[in-house]
């Protein structure tokens, strides 16, 4: 599989969304360790996941531990795999999702992804999502406190402006902002500006829910004609389709489907080989 750069890391052109295996509609734990092997079988090196990524109050780390779970039971070399997790959301247990963005809890959410994860140090910690109530650079100072601690090897941000991107450059530090996680799809198009300001900086793009979210990404190609078409015309998926048109964007970008099957995830990761010409990507750009 083609493969990008996130700081110093190696990873496969394509990630992995860990959500869909612990919120609302999840599968089993059998099927979710399927689907997590299947990724990694195809070549996935890049996982992300989030300490809020549960169903149920008292779950926080559900989907961290199961990524740790599929990681220990896959059998094959799973040491070049980055799993990169967020911290600064909170999911309650009613369905609601809440913030805090304050220092200390990122530290004790960071401390208790360690355990989750069941690592040394994290790969990747993300800012989940900016807390109105917590000046920006105060919590994005925690992950930086974090870096120099040794307790994450990387640090991004999530959800975030071109102005907080430009906060998080120069708290962390030169070259240390290693990647933005913002929303990205043929629907949502709106991120485009911070993409390219990442790409401009040498910042890994991660476009999240890239196939219009989980209730969406199966109705794509009839949502989406333009994307459709090319997807006939290659004989591939519609959703194919988009992640390789996002990675044509700019060699900053790592889509990070999120999938509960297998399948999905075996035919996202296609993708990463799929090269779309010229035309086809200035017809999906005008759709
Ligand atoms: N930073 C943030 O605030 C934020 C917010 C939302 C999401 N995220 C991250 O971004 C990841 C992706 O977003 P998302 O999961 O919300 O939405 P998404 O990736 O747009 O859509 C996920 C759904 O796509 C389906 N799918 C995946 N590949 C497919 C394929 N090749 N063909 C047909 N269907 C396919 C999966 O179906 P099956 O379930 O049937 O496999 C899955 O339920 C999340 O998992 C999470 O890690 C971050």
């Not at 799973?78 to 913030?99: C, E, I, N, Q, Y």
């Not at 990675?247 to 993708?271: N, Q, Y």
């Amino acid at each position: 599989m083609r493969t990008r750069k996130i700081g110093q890391a190696t990873v496969s052109a394509i990630g992995l969304g860990g959500m869909p295996m612990s919120i609302e509609g999840r599968p089993d734990e059998d099927r979710s360790i399927r689907t997590i092997h299947a990724a990694l079988d195809a070549g996935v090196t890049l996982i992300d996941t989030a300490d809020a990524y549960l169903l149920h109050a008292g779950e926080t780390g559900h989907n961290e531990r199961l990524i740790a779970k599929a990681l220990a039971t896959h059998g094959g070399d799973v040491g070049s795999v980055l799993v990169a997790t967020k911290g600064g959301h909170l999911r309650p247990g009613d369905g609601s999702w809440t913030v805090d963005g304050s220092p200390e809890h990122l530290r004790q959410a960071a401390e208790a992804s360690l355990k989750a994860l069941g690592v040394d140090a994290i790969g990747l910690y993300q800012f989940h999502r900016p807390d109105p109530r917590v000046p920006y650079e105060e919590s994005v100072g925690a992950l930086k406190d974090l870096l120099d601690a040794g307790k994450i090897r990387m640090a991004g941000i999530s959800n975030a402006s071109i102005t907080q991107i430009d906060i998080a450059r120069r708290v962390l530090g030169d070259g240390n902002l290693a990647s933005v996680q913002n929303e990205f799809s043929p629907a949502f198009r709106s991120s485009e500006p911070e993409l390219r300001h990442c790409a401009e900086h040498g910042i890994a793009f991660l476009p999240w829910s890239p196939l219009g979210g989980i209730g969406a990404a199966a109705r794509l190609g009839a949502r989406h004609s333009a994307f459709r078409q090319v997807a006939d015309a290659r004989g591939v998926s519609p959703q194919q389709v988009t992640l390789a048109w996002m990675l044509a964007k700019a060699p900053v970008v790592i889509p990070i489907p999120g999938a509960s099957r297998p399948e999905s995830v075996t035919d996202s990761a296609r993708a990463a080989d799929l090269v779309l010409s010229a035309a086809e990507l200035t017809h999906l750009d005008k759709a």
